[in-house]
């Protein structure tokens, strides 16, 4: 490796040991949850779904998180993930919007739905999962358009980091989904 090399991956690490450092000594910035009755999901594809009454204060709160986020979704009460997994293989061969892909071994013993991050904006990305958002090739859940058939009763948990966490942050998603085991998305 040479000198040049060397010198911008020692700054790499110092630069993940000191927010690491941070993250240790002060501990996350937020942490939030809410429940999302997927049974109870309007229609927001034409209207603002921050602005609905049963939603305002969620994306209030979510707004608010101006950090990078990790999250994931819990599946609530006892529920057939065999039925969660056949209908989204049902509403993906419809094709109407991108989502996640499904893992290659699913374990279907599990209590968590996906694992995901984003670097700024949680309130979009969960907006996106929701299936309200109008670019139809943005990946998400797309739950509107499968999960509210199924009735599916989930937590949205939310860990908002000090800015600063975005590059380290890939590493959290990684250890999250090997402990919680999603039933969808990739995280070999």
Same mark, same amino acid.
């Given at each position: 490796?040479?000198?040049?090399?060397?010198?911008?991956?020692?700054?790499?690490?110092?630069?993940?040991?000191?927010?690491?450092?941070?993250?240790?000594?002060?501990?996350?910035?937020?942490?939030?949850?809410?429940?999302?009755?997927?049974?109870?999901?309007?229609?927001?594809?034409?209207?603002?779904?921050?602005?609905?009454?049963?939603?305002?204060?969620?994306?209030?709160?979510?707004?608010?998180?101006?950090?990078?986020?990790?999250?994931?979704?819990?599946?609530?009460?006892?529920?057939?993930?065999?039925?969660?997994?056949?209908? &989204?293989?049902?509403?993906? %061969?419809?094709? +109407? /919007?991108?989502?996640?892909?499904?893992?290659?071994?699913? #374990? *279907?013993?599990?209590?968590?739905?996906?694992?995901?991050?984003?670097?700024?904006?949680?309130?979009?990305?969960?907006?996106?999962?929701?299936?309200?958002?109008?670019?139809?090739?943005?990946?998400?859940?797309?739950?509107?358009?499968?999960?509210?058939?199924?009735?599916?009763? &989930?937590?949205?948990?939310? %860990?908002?980091? +000090? /800015?600063?966490?975005?590059?380290?942050?890939?590493?959290? #998603? *990684?250890?999250?989904?090997?402990?919680?085991?999603?039933?969808?998305?990739?995280?070999?």
């Amino acid at each position: 490796m040479t000198e040049n090399n060397n010198n911008f991956l020692q700054q790499i690490i110092d630069y993940a040991i000191l927010h690491l450092q941070l993250l240790k000594a002060k501990g996350i910035k937020r942490e939030l949850s809410y429940p999302l009755q997927c049974g109870s999901l309007e229609d927001f594809n034409h209207t603002d779904i921050r602005q609905a009454p049963a939603y305002e204060k969620m994306f209030a709160e979510l707004k608010e998180a101006d950090g990078p986020v990790l999250y994931w979704f819990d599946i609530v009460e006892n529920t057939d993930t065999n039925a969660i997994i056949e209908a &989204l293989k049902a509403y993906k %061969l419809r094709n +109407e /919007k991108n989502t996640p892909a499904l893992r290659s071994r699913i #374990e *279907y013993d599990t209590s968590t739905l996906y694992v995901g991050k984003v670097k700024t904006g949680v309130w979009g990305r969960v907006i996106q999962h929701l299936g309200f958002y109008r670019v139809p090739q943005t990946q998400g859940l797309q739950l509107y358009y499968w999960a509210k058939e199924q009735g599916l009763c &989930l937590t949205l948990n939310v %860990l908002e980091f +000090e /800015k600063g966490m975005e590059d380290i942050l890939p590493i959290f #998603e *990684y250890s999250f989904a090997k402990k919680l085991r999603p039933l969808i998305g990739k995280h070999s």
